[in-house]
């Protein structure tokens, strides 16, 4: 099942303010940018955030798993908690570099 385009609208809804929010759809699911950094990669509609030292005691009791088959394993977000998700997204975006432009041909 892929996300649809309503739960990645409530993803970004819900960590409105914290800056510059776009998604970008990827392989029939969806990256969530925040201030151009990916922060939020959506799958199935579960929203996942990078396993990174600086959220770790915040996110201790999350649940963790894959977005898709060979991914290293991440956190669940529960996004239905704007203010947690919001506090967590902001310490990773501080961490999370701008990707590099990609060459053209």
Known sequence: MATTNEY???VCEQIKGIGEI??????GEFMVYVNDK???IV???I???KK???ISEMMQNAEVGCPYKGAKEHYVLDIDNADFCKSVIIEV???TPI????RKK
């Open 22 to 27: 776009r998604y970008k759809k990827m392989f």
């Open 93 to 95: 975006e501080k961490v």
């Open 38 to 40: 990916p922060v939020i």
């Open 52 to 54: 990174l030292d600086c």
């Open 43 to 45: 799958c199935d509609n």
């Open 99 to 102: 990707p590099k432009p990609k």
């Open 47 to 49: 929203p996942f955030v």
């Open 8 to 10: 990645i609208e409530y």
